[in-house]
């Protein structure tokens, strides 16, 4: 469990094919406080630690988790966005997320907004009656709030966010541009709404 707070950005120093993807991170954590065997959340994905060294840990990465996320981020030199795993007692000062990643989304333009950007972004539509305007997403590990949220013409739904500064400063989404693709997932909440009213007899 986490949420959306990223507490360091990690590179991905070396990719190996196993029978899963080997990922080795760069990271900042104080790897003596983490164990093997706990999640860390890599640009939105829920990974468990491996192995580690002095600033590294290791992940495997499996063919389903690279078929349901953004095939960018389990390359060489990529920039992801970590976090651990939230702990009681924790302040949680995103919302509850989970690490399963729901879509690959698509950035369809950025723009200026005072000192923010503003990001719109395409996803399934599918997706779309679980995003709501004021409501959270997880966009690559990032708890976001939803300016506003409409079917488009294409068969997709877009919603649109703004990155502040900080946010741009201290995560991958000072990076976003036209075309890039992006790890979504909805709020928890909305997930289990969408099942229980879709599990409804009519």
Known sequence: MFTGIVTDVGTVRSVEQRGDLRLVIETAYDM????????????GACLTVVDKGEDWFAVDVSGETVSKTAAHHWREGTRLNLERSLRLGDELGGHIVTGHVDAVATVVGTCPEGDSKRVGISVPRALGPMIAAKGSVAIDGVSMTVNDVRDAEDGSTHF????IPHTAQHTTLGELDAGRQLNVEVDVLARYIDR???????
């Open 32 to 43: 003596d406080s983490v164990d093997l065997g706990a999640s860390i959340a890599c640009s």
């Open 160 to 163: 649109s966010v703004n990155v």
């Open 196 to 202: 229980m009213l879709a599990a409804r007899p009519h």
